[in-house]
T-cell receptor, first 113, second 113 residues
Framework: DAGVIQSPRHEVTEMGQEVTLRCKPI?????LFWYRQTMMRGLELLIY????????DSGMPEDRFSAKMPNASFSTLKIQPSEPRDSAVYFC???????????FGPGTRLTVL | DQQVKQNSPSLSVQEGRISILNCDYT??????FLWYKKYPAEGPTFLIS?????DKNEDGRFTVFLNKSAKHLSLHIVPSQPGDSAVYFC????????????FGKGTKLSVIP
């Protein structure tokens, strides 16, 4: 079975540009998570969806960040406008249920110049 | 305030010997603990977990020990193999049905052939 798929794997952009990260969760998984990993703060939860509905977005750092899940097989994380401090690795993870084991995608390494 | 702490950023072990990775937590509401393993340019992969009602869980070469009174858990790898070289993250869930995973910052294990 395919795992969690993320695209792109690497993104380099300039400050002020819009960035869209994409995620396809494992089929049959009802919970989806977006995380950000930085050296300073480690892995942090940004937003959690259950059955395509955003349940907890308290980790989203600013209004510049937004996430959607239009259907069970696709989610996006958008940063507009991007800033150099947004540079990090962004992971998407999915699980069957909220408290079940989370399976992570390979991540998107974002560099904002 | 870090609720899950991995105080050793790195650890080197000779092939065939035991690797012991440690994790401390401060939140007494945590009741389920997981270890994830991460290779470079990949997402974290679930390795092993333990419920707070147990003090030990074993899976092949991997054993996790939980000391609730000390709020401490450890991951033992015996025998260590070069392929075990990776970053290991400790993570904790709080409460039944909780989706929130709190991660430590990771310990980089190097197994020397």
């Amino acid at each position: 079975d395919a795992g969690v798929i993320q695209s792109p794997r690497h993104e380099v952009t300039e400050m002020g540009q819009e960035v869209t990260l994409r995620c396809k969760p494992i089929s049959g998984h009802n919970s989806l998570f977006w995380y950000r990993q930085t050296m300073m703060r480690g892995l942090e939860l940004l937003i959690y969806f259950n059955n395509n509905v955003p349940i907890d977005d308290s980790g989203m750092p600013e209004d510049r960040f937004s996430a959607k899940m239009p259907n069970a097989s696709f989610s996006t994380l958008k940063i507009q406008p991007s800033e150099p401090r947004d540079s990090a690795v962004y992971f998407c993870a999915s699980s069957k249920g909220p408290a079940d084991t989370q399976y992570f995608g390979p991540g998107t390494r974002l560099t904002v110049l | 305030d870090q609720q899950v702490k991995q105080n050793s950023p790195s650890l080197s072990v000779q092939e065939g010997r035991i690797s012991i990775l440690n994790c401390d937590y401060t939140n007494s509401m945590f009741d389920y603990f997981l270890w994830y393993k991460k290779y470079p340019a990949e997402g974290p992969t679930f390795l092993i977990s333990i419920s707070s009602i147990k003090d030990k869980n074993e899976d092949g070469r991997f054993t996790v020990f939980l000391n609730k009174s000390a709020k401490h858990l450890s991951l033992h790898i015996v025998p260590s193999q070069p392929g075990d070289s990776a970053v290991y993250f400790c993570a904790a869930h709080s409460g039944a049905g909780s989706y929130q995973l709190t991660f430590g910052k990771g310990t980089k294990l190097s197994v020397i052939p």
